[in-house]
């Protein structure tokens, strides 16, 4: 049987949303902000090996250009004079590799490797740390509920038996210091109830 703990929303006396062990330890996986530091350290470290990977590949680089010529002569057989003009294009691709750096590459490549493994061991470390803290508050919060129906059930009996102490006095069949026993047990039961409220 899945474990129920009532969380409340802005007051203890507002209302509450009731979730599963399963759904508080994922909703602490998902919003808790060192797990959300933890998986962008990740991607980070996943994203620089991306681009050293990139760093092994030839640079690409592409160029254009383009002119215009015009020229005007003249035409003893026409007696005009005849304009013409030219245009040229040109356009190139060129490509570079860089066969040795000094072995830098292959040291970012190790340091990049290194930052992955330190990223992925943070984040498990982390998930580890999340769901031991929010089982240890969904158990307490279980524990501060039951601890608050069982006040409940103590102010009841105690109520009960001050109306009883108070008849009884009334007939004379009681002392006060029987009512006061009973006073003292109801106020008892009623902060028990308050400082298990606090503990939700």
């Given amino acids: 049987m899945a474990l129920v703990a009532s969380v409340s929303a802005t007051s203890l006396l507002a209302q509450t949303r009731a979730v599963t062990l399963e759904q508080a330890v994922q909703l602490a996986l998902d919003v808790q902000p060192a797990m959300v530091q933890a998986r962008g350290q990740v991607e980070t470290a996943d994203a620089t090996k991306l681009s050293w990977y990139g760093s092994w590949l030839p640079t690409l680089s592409a160029s254009s250009s383009a002119s215009t010529n015009s020229s005007t002569r003249w035409d003893d057989r026409t007696q005009t004079t005849i304009t013409g003009s030219s245009a040229s294009y040109s356009g190139g691709i060129s490509a570079s590799l860089t066969l040795f750096d000094g072995l830098s590459r292959l040291a970012e490549g190790r340091a990049a490797n290194a930052d992955i493994e330190s990223a992925d061991a943070s984040l498990v470390n982390q998930t580890f740390q999340t769901m031991l803290q929010t089982k240890q508050t969904f158990f307490s919060a279980v524990s501060a509920e039951e601890?608050?129906?069982?006040?409940?059930?103590?102010?009841?009996?105690?109520?009960?038996?001050?109306?009883?102490?108070?008849e009884k006095l009334a007939a004379g069949t009681a002392t006060r210091s029987d009512t006061l026993r009973s006073f003292v047990e109801v106020a008892n039961a009623r902060l028990q109830r308050l400082n298990a409220v606090t503990q939700l």
């Fill in 147 to 166: 601890l608050v129906r069982i006040s409940d059930t103590r102010i009841e009996r105690a109520t009960e038996q001050l109306n009883i102490a108070k």
